[in-house]
C-alpha cells in the first residue's frame, strides 16, 4: 500500500538562488530544496546520513552537496552518498511548473 501525497507549491524557483537551498518544514520533518546552476530543482531530507549535519548548508556542486560538518557528497538525484562514503539522504518529489516549484510529501494528503 503506498501513502498518498499532494502536490504543495512552495514557492518561486527565483526565491532559491543558484546553488542554494530553502528549508520547508514538513510533518515527516525538514526538508531542503535545492536550485542548481542550470536551474534543476531537488528535494532530500535536511540531515546528512553520516552525522545528521544540515544539507541546507552545505555547499551546491552540479546536482550534489557537500555536507559542512564532515565533506560528504550527497548526490542530489538519487540522495547518496558518494564513495567511499556509504549512506542515503531521504529523497522527495519535487517539480516546476510556470516558475512555481511544488513539493510532494506522501501521507500529506487530506
Do not use: Y
Not at 54 to 65: N, P, R, Y
Amino acid at each position: 500500500m503506498t501513502q498518498a501525497s499532494r502536490w504543495t507549491v512552495i514557492g518561486r524557483l527565483g526565491d532559491i538562488p543558484r546553488q542554494g537551498a530553502r528549508v520547508v518544514a514538513t510533518a515527516v520533518g525538514d526538508v531542503a530544496v535545492f536550485r542548481a546552476l542550470d536551474d534543476s530543482v531537488f528535494a532530500v531530507e535536511d540531515s546528512c546520513p553520516h552525522k545528521g549535519g544540515k544539507l541546507s548548508q552545505g555547499i551546491v556542486h552540479g546536482h550534489a552537496v557537500t555536507c559542512p560538518l564532515h565533506n560528504w557528497v550527497i548526490d542530489l538525484q538519487s540522495g547518496e552518498a558518494a564513495a567511499p562514503d556509504i549512506g542515503c539522504a531521504r529523497r522527495f518529489a519535487v517539480k516546476l511548473e510556470d516558475g512555481r516549484v511544488l513539493l510532494s510529501i506522501p501521507g500529506a494528503a487530506s
